[in-house]
């Protein structure tokens, strides 16, 4: 278990994964004389029984010491895509819950299963390189405006069969969420299909180790992106002025990344464009027709400032609000906001 030093929280479902990192942690500070972690469980209300669930996490959480903090996705639901609103909500809870209570790190209890899982339904979505290469071990918030804020895995190199086996053999019960079983919902027929992929020699290990692979290019190419973006990236008071020029001569998938860096750091949002989309706006580029995408404007410079060439292009927020990204070393000029070379 990784150590900390500070106050911090987990993220806790009440499914095997969950209930298994719960008990971890606690035995962890327990052990090490730290602060006891926080139990975040959310009642999204999309089933009958959320409320009573979460309830049971709470006591699961008293059982070993631990004080749980339910919160409450409240509002209309949406009609489709509810994965991934109920994603987004989850992390916007539990990202403001953080911020008021001053503790910037969330454990979560993905495992070489879900390792496994996110690269087969990227796989299945056309991801590139970013949404294939592995879940970070230690990764920024995955939703904007919670900068501050660190999600930290530390079960990815453990399976979901071990970590109930343990809970099984210390009498520790958990919940089966019904919704796991739901082929209606993308990951699920995922899970369902992994048995039959594991007899092909696509077990959950070597899909993970794969991803592992991909990881490691990433990291090297988030070193080559944050270099161009250094040349070809200027923040100004509109946005970020771009290099056209920089960006074209750059590999391919680097332009593209710096590109996609630039989008988020100006819009704000944490996650990239979708690739497609980004792929024709960068080709576009050479056209000189402005564009929108992610929440951003993208045109020729109209008014240049000093030292801006005639191949300046200015991205700016669609909708006008704090401005003034900067993509230098991956900083908001601003805010401070880290700008991703690669999500």
């Known amino acids: 278990m990784a150590a900390h030093d500070g106050p911090v929280a987990v993220a806790v479902s009440g499914g095997g994964d969950s209930i298994a990192l719960m008990r971890l942690l606690a035995d ?19 089933r009958k029984d959320s ?26 639901k949406v009609k489709s ?3 991934a609103a109920a994603r987004e909500a989850r992390y916007r809870l539990m990202g403001a819950w953080l911020v008021k209570h001053k503790i910037a790190t969330l454990f979560v209890g993905h495992t070489q299963d879900d390792q496994a899982e996110t690269f087969l339904l990227r796989l299945a979505r056309g991801s590139g390189l970013d949404g294939l ?17 660190r999600v930290h895995r530390p079960l990815l190199s453990l399976r979901r069969d071990d970590l109930r086996a343990w809970l099984t053999s210390l009498g520790q019960d958990w919940l089966d969420d019904p919704m796991n079983d739901d082929a209606a919902f993308d990951r699920v027929k995922i899970r369902k299909a992994q048995a039959a992929l594991a007899e092909a020699g696509l077990t959950p290990a070597r899909i993970a180790a794969a991803a592992a692979h991909l990881a490691r ?25 771009l290099d056209v020029r920089a960006l074209a001569a750059a590999p391919r998938e680097v332009g593209l990344r710096a590109l996609a860096a630039v989008l988020m750091g100006v819009s704000g949002r944490g996650y990239r464009p979708r690739f497609e989309a980004l792929e024709r706006l960068f080709d576009g580029l050479a056209t000189g027709r402005p564009a929108m995408l992610h929440g951003c404007h993208i045109g020729p410079v109209v008014k240049k400032p000093a030292g801006a060439e005639m191949w300046a292009w200015l991205v700016k927020p669609e909708n006008p609000r704090k401005t003034g990204g900067s993509v230098k070393n991956g900083e908001s000029a601003k805010s401070g906001r880290r700008v991703a070379a690669g999500a």
């Open 28 to 46: 962890h500070a327990k052990a090490r004389k730290l602060p006891a972690p926080a139990v975040l469980t959310v009642d999204h209300g999309l």
């Open 51 to 76: 409320a009573r669930d979460a309830r049971q996490v709470a006591a699961w959480a008293k059982q070993v010491g631990l004080k749980a903090h339910i919160l409450r996705w409240r509002g209309a």
């Open 81 to 83: 895509g509810i994965e």
């Open 133 to 149: 290469a592995a879940m970070r071990a230690v990764a920024p918030w995955p939703i904007g405006g919670f900068e501050s804020l």
């Open 217 to 241: 290019a990433r990291a090297a190419l988030e070193v080559m992106t944050g270099a161009v973006l250094a040349r070809a990236a200027r923040p100004v008071k509109e946005g970020v002025l």
